[in-house]
């Protein structure tokens, strides 16, 4: 996976990190959409498309996943790449 699955990501050295109560570290899907939707609005306010693109190559990463019953489940695992409950 990438440094864009962590809640909290340093760029400048490579690590990220995530909160401890969420499924053993995992990232909490809710911050996929929160993260989709402010880079979609800074390509709106900058003119800039590598926002919109950057997130769009998360979305489609996410649809190719297999999703237990059709839904998605609440955590995905940056080390793994696998949902988590």
């Keep these: 996976m990438g440094l864009l699955y962590f809640q909290e990501a340093n760029s400048r050295h490579g690590v990220g990190r995530n909160w ?7 990232s909490i899907l809710a911050e996929f959409g ?4 402010e880079f979609v609005h800074l ?5 800039n498309p590598a926002y919109y693109q950057k ?13 237990p019953n059709g839904l998605y489940p609440n955590y995905l695992n940056p080390r793994t790449g696998r949902w988590g409950q």
């Design 43 to 47: 390509t709106y306010l900058t003119g």
């Design 20 to 26: 401890g109560w969420a499924s053993a570290g995992s």
């Design 55 to 67: 997130v769009m190559h998360i979305r489609k990463l996410l649809a190719k996943m297999d999703r």
């Design 34 to 37: 929160t993260l989709h939707m």
